[in-house]
């Protein structure tokens, strides 16, 4: 079910779109550095892969996302709740990297908690205006 931009709640609008926003900036920044230029694998620094294409993938789903919670579906409710979980794993999985010796770069921890609270926000702002509202 769709809701007109009338009844749209402006904490949705807003939502929606950073997550929006957030999911092309993501796609963008890890698109370069696995596909872009040696430069930006270079300046990436001692990157962890796999956060690398997690990134890269979850920006597909934030704009997904963005999409749902713009048309006030329930969908949009349950990608922000399973983006914050699958954060949450990822960020986990990072930590036993950093605690086994991988290499790392301090900005990655500060993103991982970054994308962690604006998602925590997202599913909250989600679950107040649509799945309890209806």
């Given amino acids: ?39 930006a694998r270079a300046s990436a620094g001692a990157y962890a892969g796999f956060v690398v294409w997690f990134n890269f993938c979850s920006g597909f789903v934030y704009v997904l ?3 749902a919670l713009w048309a006030m579906r329930r969908e949009g409710v349950w990608l922000a709740l399973g983006l914050v979980g699958a954060i949450a794993l990822v960020s986990a999985g990072f930590g036993w990297h950093i605690t086994a010796g991988g290499a790392y770069e301090m900005r990655t921890v500060a993103a991982l908690l970054f994308r962690f609270a604006v998602w925590l926000a997202i599913a909250f702002v989600a679950w107040s205006a649509i799945a309890r509202t209806r």
């Fill in 65 to 67: 996302a963005a999409l």
């Fill in 1 to 39: 079910m769709s809701i007109s931009a009338a009844r749209r709640p402006r904490s949705i609008a807003v939502a929606a779109l950073v997550a929006a926003v957030f999911g092309l900036l993501s796609i963008l920044s890890a698109g370069m550095v696995l596909f872009g230029p040696d430069a």
